[in-house]
T-cell receptor, first 114, second 114 residues
Framework: GAGVSQSPRYKVAKRGQDVALRCDPI?????LFWYQQALGQGPEFLTY????????KSGLPSDRFFAERPEGSVSTLKIQRTQQEDSAVYLC????????????FGPGTRLLVL | KQEVTQIPAALSVPEGENLVLNCSFT??????LQWFRQDPGKGLTSLLL?????REQTSGRLNASLDKSSGRSTLYIAASQPGDSATYLC?????????????FGQGTILTVHP
């Protein structure tokens, strides 16, 4: 079946613009994660959804970052008033249940803020 | 603070060599540890998942070991090939969360030259 998809794959924004990044998880997957990966670094956790409930947003770097998953499937990560330090690859991952299963990652959205 | 560290940061080897990548983590209370592969511009592909009760996992030319007491894991790649060139990431699911939030190391960039 289809894997995790993300769109757009690349986004260039001017500083101060708002952006919205979309994640389509694998159908039926309960858990959805967002990670931020800076150049040359490993991914860092941003937020977690169980179905439509956002259970952990402790990794969001500021109140400019907002994520939602209103129907428990597609998720959107929104960044308001983008700053240059927001430039990174944003990865989405999903897993079937809460237990110890592996997470399946999408290809990421590469955001460049000028 | 729960942290994951990988050494070396980069490794270049000739084709055919056996090699070892290292991962260390600060808290021995873990649920599991995963090794991922990341190709440029691509998402993460899970290679091996070791549960906390296991000591090692094998898949083809890959073997991963886990020593919780010392906070270490190694990924052994036998008979390396140019196609193995990629960034290898170690990720730990630490205890204390009821879901699969992962903490990543910064990665090891592997280059296998013909």
């Amino acid at each position: 079946g289809a894997g995790v998809s993300q769109s757009p794959r690349y986004k260039v924004a001017k500083r101060g613009q708002d952006v919205a990044l979309r994640c389509d998880p694998i159908s039926g997957h309960v858990s959805l994660f967002w990670y931020q990966q800076a150049l040359g670094q490993g991914p860092e956790f941003l937020t977690y959804f169980q179905n439509e409930a956002q259970l952990d947003k402790s990794g969001l770097p500021s109140d400019r970052f907002f994520a939602e998953r209103p129907e428990g499937s597609v998720s959107t990560l929104k960044i308001q008033r983008t700053q240059q330090e927001d430039s990174a690859v944003y990865l989405c991952a999903s897993s079937l249940i809460l237990s110890q299963e592996t997470q399946y990652f999408g290809p990421g959205t590469r955001l460049l803020v000028l | 603070k729960q942290e994951v560290t990988q050494i070396p940061a980069a490794l270049s080897v000739p084709e055919g060599e056996n090699l070892v990548l290292n991962c260390s983590f600060t808290d021995s209370a873990i649920y599991n540890l995963q090794w991922f592969r990341q190709d440029p511009g691509k998402g993460l592909t899970s290679l091996l998942l070791i549960q906390s009760s296991q000591r090692e996992q094998t898949s083809g030319r890959l073997n991963a070991s886990l020593d919780k007491s010392s906070g270490r894991s190694t990924l052994y790649i036998a008979a390396s090939q140019p196609g193995d060139s990629a960034t290898y990431l170690c990720a730990v699911r630490f205890g204390g969360t009821s879901y699969g939030k992962l903490t990543f190391g910064q990665g090891t960039i592997l280059t296998v030259h013909p």
